[in-house]
Structure formats: C-alpha cells, structure tokens
C-alpha cells in the first residue's frame, strides 16, 4: 500500500516515521526474546541487531540498553560469561547517564549472577549490595526478593547453609506478600535441597511438601512431579519406603502424563524402592 504523506507538515511526516521504526525495533526485539527462550540463540541474536541498528540510528538510548541487555542474557545463558558482562557494562553506562535507577538496579544485578557463575563471589557480591540498595531506595520489593536469591546462591554455593536459608527466607518473605506463589514454590524447593544437604530430611519434607502444593494447585505439573520425586528421597532416607515408593509413583505418574523422559529415570528409582522393601 503507497503511504499518503502528501499535505502532512514535514516535522509530523518525520515524527510518524521515527514513531513507526521505533514500533518496529521494539517487534524485533521482541522476536529476539521470544528466539533467545526457545533456544534459537543465534535466530535471537539476528533479531537483537536489526533492533539495536534501528534504535543507534534513531537515537533512542533507553532502547539501545534495553538490547544491550538482552544480547547480555543470550551471552549469558551460553556460557560466554565475558562477552555477557561486556554488554551488561554497555546497557549499566546508558542507565546511569539516563537516571534509570530501576534499570541500573536490574543491570547490578546481572553482572550479579554473572560473576556469580564464575565463581566470582566476592566481586558479585559487591553488584549485588549496590543493586539490593537502589531496590530498597526505590521501594523495589520485586526486585530485592530476586537480589536476596542471588546472595542465598552465593552461601549455599560457599557450603555456608545456614546464610543461605536466611536470605532465601528473607526472599520468601517477600513472594508470599506479593502473592507470587511460583516463586514461593521453586524457593521453598531450593529451601528443602538444603535442609537434605544437611541431613535434615524431616525438615527438608515439609519444604518440599509445601512446594508441591503450591504447584499443583497453580497446574506446574513438571514442578510438582520434581517436588514429589523429592519427598520420595526424603521418605527413603527416613526408611518409610512405603511412603517413598508412593510419593515415586505419584512423580512417575505425572511426568508419563506430559510425556516427559524423566520417567526412566524415576522408574529406575522406583525399582530400586521396590528391591528394597523385599528384603
């Protein structure tokens, strides 16, 4: 179709093309995320340059970090932790000289878990408390939930426990009053990973039954198989091997319903249970 320009003021002609290319760099990079979770990196990364090409030419700063920290999180869930934190320090520089102070707090806390994953936890921990005290300036409690995660990480990563389950209560906290039950749920699962670490298994139950609750009722069957699957190991390590190979099958029944292949494995586990209530 020929666009119909004619009569127009030049200033508004430019404005409607300036406002259809910024339309059209935030489609692309919409496309990028969408490429980026299913796993088509390199689909993801075609997306996010004609976006960020679009937005460099336009000017639009706020769209550029909103990229650059896209192509940070591809680098990121590829491994290329380097090539990650180039661009999160690319995005960081523009919210600063921007004001973005919830996008600089977001920004910190990339670089965050980056370094974090490196094995860095000194230097993560310094982006962390410099991200944890914009969130708390700004009120930002959905941000702060997600910042005392990557703290507990950091303990539990350093074999420290009992650090790790204060900050992940601390973020629980925080989910329960934000009525995010999702994040409840995987932090009440986290939660009961450590208390088995530590052989508190009874302890470790009651997490993971409360996780398991949580998720069946939000219909996050492969959450609730996960949970399930862990009750049973924490029953087998109790010697209720009765309860275990119930809280097994039910796992099993739930994974065979969507289809998953990690049915085999807890099938191997139930035939284990099985051998062992025999003898």
């Known amino acids: 179709m020929e666009r119909c320009d004619a009569g127009l003021p030049e200033r508004l002609i430019l404005f409607r093309r300036n406002n259809e290319e910024?339309?059209?760099?935030?489609?692309?990079?919409?496309?990028?995320?969408?490429?980026?979770?299913?796993g088509r990196y390199g689909k993801a990364m075609e997306f996010y340059e004609k976006s960020l090409e679009?937005?460099?030419?336009?000017?639009?700063?706020?769209?550029?970090?909103?990229t650059y920290t896209g192509i940070g999180n591809l680098h990121d869930r590829q491994g290329l932790y380097d090539r990650a934190m180039e661009?999160?320090?690319?995005?960081?520089?523009?919210?600063?000289r921007l004001g973005n102070r919830t996008g600089m707090a977001d920004t910190l806390g990339n670089l965050g878990n980056t370094h974090?994953?490196?094995?860095?936890y000194a230097r993560a921990m310094e982006f962390f408390d410099k991200s944890l005290t914009i969130q708390k300036h700004l009120g930002d409690r959905v941000g702060m939930a997600t910042t005392y995660t990557g703290?507990?990480?950091?303990?539990?990563?350093?074999?420290?426990?009992?650090?790790?389950?204060?900050?992940?209560?601390?973020?629980?906290?925080?989910?329960?009053?934000?009525?995010?039950?999702?994040?409840?749920?995987?932090?009440?699962?986290?939660?009961?990973?450590?208390?088995?670490?530590?052989?508190?298994?009874?302890?470790?139950?009651?997490?993971?039954?409360?996780?398991f609750?949580?998720?069946?009722?939000?219909?996050?069957?492969?959450?609730?198989?996960?949970?399930?699957?862990?009750?049973?190991?924490m029953a087998e390590k109790q010697g209720r091997l009765d309860l275990a190979i119930r809280y097994m099958e039910e796992a099993r029944d739930i994974l065979l319903s969507i289809g998953s292949p990690m049915v085999k494995k807890i099938e191997s586990q139930l035939r284990n249970l099985h051998h062992k209530a025999r003898q």
Request: proline share 0%; glycine share 12%.
């Open 22 to 38: 910024e339309n059209e760099a935030d489609a692309l990079n919409n496309i990028g995320v969408i490429h980026k979770l299913q």
């Open 54 to 66: 679009i937005k460099k030419r336009l000017g639009d700063r706020a769209g550029m970090a909103t």
């Open 87 to 96: 661009f999160y320090e690319k995005s960081l520089a523009i919210q600063k």
């Open 116 to 120: 974090s994953k490196r094995g860095r």
């Open 151 to 211: 703290i507990a990480i950091i303990h539990k990563s350093q074999g420290r426990h009992a650090r790790a389950l204060e900050f992940f209560d601390k973020s629980l906290a925080i989910k329960k009053r934000l009525g995010n039950r999702a994040g409840m749920a995987d932090t009440l699962g986290i939660m009961g990973n450590i208390h088995s670490k530590r052989g508190r298994y009874g302890k470790a139950m009651v997490f993971y039954e409360k996780s």
């Open 213 to 233: 609750a949580i998720r069946k009722r939000l219909g996050d069957r492969m959450g609730a198989a996960f949970s399930s699957a862990n009750m049973g190991l």
